[in-house]
């Protein structure tokens, strides 16, 4: 297309070219030989012409000629035209891209975030972008001239594709970031064609998928960051028995797919997670989750999942005894008439949490903006970086093991998993169930501690529980079974069964996710 309008421009000035020579040529010939006639040569014609068209009117060359005077007369209307192209193009640049383009080209040292589509979420996610880097340069691929309420903070709106403000930047700097946060942008806007190829790091929404596609493309889910920040921010108390998730669309599952890897507490208490919703999918993907878990029944020492075919309504007894109830419908206005649903006609003694970006007084709600649309959730910049460091600190002790990039999926996803149950490691060993973020003196007070609990037989031997039972419920997640040895292709581990049934080296193996708390205590020292 840009091919295309390029020849079609070239054609047209070429056109213009060959008109404007024949004019000439033409008032050449009928004016050189002419008594009294200024124009005797072609320069003589082509000043006549330049002092017609600019309007100037210098009269010491003039035709004699009535066709002279004729080609003068369309000399004069041809000025006009010119004198309106003129004017056009130095208004367009001015307002449109060309003055916007030479301001930005003026910070090609600063980082550039260029946004497909000016929305809530990329308004919040561009907020939090120049909270983390105040000299950032916010762009927005659309006209300044639309109808949408204008930013309080500086930005560019740019209606040009990402290719020309990569191209733009002439690679001073870090890479350009450019976001798609519209569902699936990547793959139906027009604006996303062919950014595979740029020099920039492509972040884009999607509902399937894994969190890298290749080269420069980077997914991220929605879902799934509300469902990290959730738990992190609302851990399991131990006084929760039975915690109701309502509405099993994609927020339903990753939220719950989060509570599985992240919500291993110590075998003093176990919690009942009981799901309204569609499961029949999720049943069918993870057969071999009842190696961790009990499913659709009580299994001491282990959480529970029970997946209930009836809706909420029925479920009387339940939804009154509940420690927490989540409603999480994907569609919010759904979820909204849930939760007045609950609050007006059944009596309940624990908290009702409601996944909404629409805030009111007295709700429990999370999943807002703020929440998922920020650097660290999207860019990934601290979220992943315990589970990089792990993984390098795993590279220092183990010998053929592979760097961060070169990992695959699931081994990503399994150093995330572990990086992730971080916080409820700490929360454990210093009794605070509270800790919703970490630091030096949080990881130094927890390995402190941990040296304490590796003097205690018993304790120690709850803590190498703790780690298996999470061990065992991500690799049984990722439908894993038992096996005699330890097969990938056949998704196969001796480490899969019952605690007590392993040997004492195998116990001890799990010793190392527990003593990364000191080795990270002390890179965050350095």
Not at 227 to 240: F, I, K, L, T
Not at 287 to 306: C, E, Q, T, W, Y
Request: glycine share 6%; proline share 2%; hydrophobic share 40%.
């Amino acid at each position: 297309m840009k091919n295309k309008n390029r020849r079609q421009y070239l054609i047209a000035v070429g056109l213009f070219v060959l008109f404007y020579v024949l004019m000439l040529s033409a008032l050449l010939i009928c004016e050189k030989d002419q008594p009294g006639s200024h124009i005797h040569t072609f320069a003589d014609a082509i000043w006549y012409s330049l002092v017609t068209i600019s309007t100037v009117g210098y009269g010491d060359v003039t035709p004699v000629t009535a066709a002279g005077h004729a080609i003068g007369i369309v000399f004069l209307l041809m000025s006009m035209g010119v004198l309106v192209a003129l004017f056009g193009s130095v208004v367009s640049v001015i307002t449109s891209e060309g003055l916007p383009l030479f301001r930005l080209g003026l910070r090609r040292h600063d980082n550039w975030y260029y946004f497909a589509e000016f929305t809530s979420e990329a308004d919040t996610l561009a907020r939090d972008v120049l909270n983390e880097d105040p000299d950032g340069v916010i762009i927005f691929g659309i006209n300044k001239e639309m109808e949408i309420e204008k930013p309080d903070y500086p930005c560019f709106f740019i209606n040009v594709s990402p290719s020309r403000i990569v191209a733009h930047k002439k690679g001073v700097g870090e890479r350009c970031k450019l976001f798609f946060l519209e569902e699936d942008d990547i793959g139906r806007n027009l604006k996303a064609m062919n950014v595979h190829e740029l020099d920039a790091d492509v972040y884009a929404r999607t509902m399937s998928g894994s969190e890298k596609m290749s080269g420069n493309i980077h997914f991220f889910h929605s879902d799934d960051c509300c469902a990290r920040s959730y738990w992190r921010e609302n851990p399991v108390h131990p006084m929760e028995d039975i915690i109701v998730i309502i509405g099993f669309g994609n927020y339903g599952t990753a939220l719950l797919e989060r509570a599985i890897l992240m919500n291993i507490n110590d075998s003093d208490f176990d919690v009942s997670y009981h799901v309204f919703g569609d499961s029949s999918r999720f049943r069918q993907i993870h057969v071999n989750l009842n190696a961790a878990m009990g499913i659709n029944r009580k299994d001491p020492g282990h959480d529970s999942i029970f997946f209930h075919d009836e809706e909420w309504e029925s479920a009387h007894d339940i939804i009154q005894d509940a420690d927490r109830i989540i409603v999480c419908d994907d569609d919010v206005e759904k979820g909204w008439d849930t939760y007045w649903q609950i609050q007006r006609f059944y009596k309940n003694k624990g908290r009702i949490h409601l996944r909404s970006n629409r805030v009111a007084p007295g709700v429990e709600y999370f999943g807002t903006n703020e929440q998922i649309y920020t650097v660290n959730q999207i860019v990934r910049t601290r979220l992943n970086d315990a589970a990089r460091l792990m993984n390098d600190l795993y590279r220092r002790s183990v010998k053929e093991s592979l760097d961060w990039e070169e990992l695959s999926d699931r081994l990503k996803q399994s150093k995330i998993a572990a990086a992730d149950h971080l916080i409820m490691k700490i929360r454990i060993l210093l009794n605070d169930r509270n800790i919703s973020s970490i630091d030096y003196s949080t990881f130094k007070a927890a390995y402190d501690s941990l040296c304490k609990a590796k003097k205690d037989p018993a304790r120690l031997d709850m803590l190498r529980r703790i780690e298996h039972a999470r061990w065992v419920r991500f690799y049984a997640y990722y439908n894993w079974k038992y096996g005699v040895t330890k097969d990938i292709r056949k998704r196969e581990n001796s480490m899969i069964c019952n605690y007590d049934d392993l040997s004492e080296d195998q116990k001890a193996y799990h010793d190392r996710a527990w003593d990364l708390i000191g080795e990270l205590a002390k890179t965050l020292s350095s």
